[in-house]
């Protein structure tokens, strides 16, 4: 597959997971709702359908991870093979994570499908599975990315000052999600750290539809 082809795949596939991923999380919290557990699962009882289609979207975003470790390890392994392979396996993981977590959700739909009369060790249950996992999956992703956007701006394949937003998106999360993950942290502001992440994906995509990368010599 030449360098153009795939950097359009990766590009697409960018895309897709930006879309899915946003979609995914906006129609779990809509069938969630907020609350306590209780009330969170007569919600997602009530809104099974949505439920369902955030799993798949979620199916869809880890091929996506998948499709796009694959593809940015041939754009940039030429700038550093063994780079692009630690990047390559950190998006893999992530890929792999937002798969397992697919058995949960099924878990959740079916907790919430559960009589009344049981809820006491039924939200017990229901509070351990519905534990955000997103974090890890997440530090793998600016992990992977951060290698990758170092690769991107070590090889010259992309404009310099995007290739430096993605480094300073990719080293923001690395920073910010480890606290997060052990509990140290949970000021809803830090979202906002995802925001020079998304301003630095979406015009990539754009530029690796449209102009690809740099070819190797």
Known sequence: MSSSITARV?????????????????????????????????????????????????????????????TLYALTSAHGATTAMLAMVCRIVEGVLVTTSLSDSLAILWLADEPAESSGAVHVLASYVMRSEVTLTSIFFAAGSFL??????????????????????????LVVLPPQLVGLASDPRLAAAWLPMLLFEVPLALWLIVRGVRSSS
């Open 148 to 173: 990758f956007a170092w690769l991107l701006l070590r090889g010259r394949l992309i404009p310099a000052p995007l290739a430096w937003l993605g480094v300073f998106a990719s080293l923001l999360l």
């Open 10 to 70: 990766a590009g697409i596939a960018f895309w897709i997971y930006i879309a899915g991923g946003i979609a995914s999380l906006v129609l779990t919290q809509a069938a969630g709702g907020s609350g306590d557990i209780a009330t969170r699962l007569a919600s997602m009882a009530e809104n099974v359908a949505l439920l369902r289609y955030a799993a798949l979207l979620d199916l869809v975003c880890a091929f996506c991870a998948l499709t796009l470790a694959v």
